[in-house]
């Protein structure tokens, strides 16, 4: 008697979905932890440029993960935003597949390969050679890295026409090379950003939050004692002034012409009102039962 031998059931509906959907899960979580690993770096780069400016270090902030995740948002403006969505729907166009229309997907793939193989290289020259002149950029640095990975994309184009595993191993190294520049275009943009928000934020320091420092001894600023509205204030720096009363005061130093920068973990870094960043320092204080900080606001534009 013979053995039927009979194939083994296919797996139910229920179990391929759930694989499926495990696959997308991860995939998802990989994405999402690739894009959190960037925003902290940019947000990094970000803080780190934006207060040096200011003489300050990354470390001597004690950022936590969140708040420089957070940070790396000052990036997003809405001309990158734009530049960002012309790139994908251009290269979206150039890769697209159309079935339907098998005449005019072969055009657009032998223009594209024209076009890539001729222009390709020669903005990959043309990135390196602005590489090498960067001191002269002069606040575009960014233009050379976005330049060459232009140009290698465009050779990817041209790669891709070629089939074999040599046309594929030859397409990842260009994307990667790609990949890198593109990059190192988004942290010379983040650093530029940074400058640029910076110099804004410290040419109107008046309008900053203003502080006000209760003390049970003198702190060291270089202050002085001076009369006048807040506007003139403005132009005259930390103003100490002893408080006196009959039954003596626990706090009797106080100190005002004094403007916030930021505020993290209990420090306070707070700067002059006629603050210059060549010469000025950032003075530092910390919350103790000897201080008290009080906070109001600034002098707004009349406008």
């Known amino acids: 008697m013979n053995d039927a031998h009979e194939d083994p059931d296919p797996p139910p509906r229920a179990a391929r979905l759930q694989e499926e ?17 960037l925003l902290f770096y940019l947000g990094a780069i970000y803080i780190n440029q934006y207060y040096r400016y200011f003489h300050l270090s990354l470390d001597s902030l004690n950022l936590s993960f969140p708040q420089l995740v957070l940070q790396s948002l000052q990036v997003v403006r809405p001309p990158a935003l734009l530049g960002v969505l012309l790139a994908v729907a251009v290269l979206a166009a150039l890769w697209m597949r159309t079935p339907s ?22 903005l990959i020259v043309v990135g390196l050679t602005m590489a090498v002149l960067w001191r002269q950029l002069h606040g575009y640095a960014w233009i050379a890295p976005l330049v060459i990975a232009v140009g290698f994309l465009l050779c990817s184009i041209g790669i891709a026409q070629v089939g074999g595993s040599a046309g594929l191993r030859r397409k990842e190294i260009v994307l ?128």
């Open 101 to 122: 229309s098998r005449t005019w997907r072969d055009h657009l793939g032998r223009y594209s390969t024209a076009v890539s193989q001729g222009l390709g290289p020669l």
């Open 176 to 303: 990667f090379t790609a990949g890198i520049c593109a990059f190192w275009t988004l942290i010379e943009v983040t650093r530029q950003v940074a400058r640029e928000d910076a110099m804004e934020h410290a040419s109107s320091v008046c309008r900053w939050t203003g502080v006000i420092i209760l003390s049970a001894k003198p702190l060291s600023m270089n202050s002085k004692q001076i009369t006048g509205s807040e506007s003139e204030q403005c132009q005259s720096g930390v103003i100490e002034e002893k408080l006196h009363r009959k039954d003596g005061l626990r706090l009797p130093y106080r100190y005002t012409g004094l403007r916030l920068l930021v505020e993290n973990g209990g420090r306070y870094y707070v700067v002059p009102v006629d603050w210059e960043v060549s010469a000025d320092p950032v003075y530092v204080i910390r919350e103790s039962d000897d201080l008290w900080i009080g906070l109001r606001g600034g002098v707004q534009s009349k406008s």
């Open 21 to 37: 959907t495990t696959s997308i899960l991860r995939m998802i979580v990989a994405q999402a932890s690739f894009i959190a690993v």
